[in-house]
Nanobody, 126 residues
Framework: QLQLVESGGGLVQPGGSLRLSCAAS????????ISWIRQAPGKEREGVAC????????KYAESVKDRFAISRDNVKHTVSLQMNSLRPEDTGVYYC???????????????????WGQGTQVTVSS
């Protein structure tokens, strides 16, 4: 059974950077397209970025385009999210999610069915 564990969250000032990691175990990571999804207090979940099973085909929400970068290393069973030029509105709990459908030709930022990690808190504040 796939297990996902996020890390790397924390408190950062506006304009700063953080790098989130998602470590997978239990099942080979290359079976899954991976998304990063965030949720701020009182708001709907928002898909942030996704990457295909073997890398490439990255997609980003408009709100993070040109500031965030998703990458993966299937040998190390990790997916990362590099976040630069952070803004207060980036605050939230960040989750990695593995798309339950392995047959999509491209990744989906907010997959309808997925396995989720427990999340890591990101707070952007001065």
């Amino acid at each position: 059974q796939l297990q996902l564990v996020e890390s790397g969250g924390g408190l950062v000032q506006p304009g700063g950077s953080l790098r989130l990691s998602c470590a997978a175990s239990g099942v080979a990571l290359d079976r899954y397209a991976i998304s990063w999804i965030r949720q701020a207090p009182g708001k709907e979940r928002e898909g942030v970025a996704c990457i295909r099973r073997w890398g490439g085909g990255e997609k980003y929400a408009e709100s993070v385009k040109d500031r965030f970068a998703i990458s993966r290393d299937n040998v190390k069973h990790t997916v990362s999210l590099q976040m630069n030029s952070l803004r207060p509105e980036d605050t939230g709990v960040y989750y990695c999610a593995a798309d339950s459908n392995p047959y999509r030709p491209s990744c989906t930022i907010l997959p309808p069915t997925a396995s989720w990690g427990q999340g890591t808190q990101v707070t952007v504040s001065s």
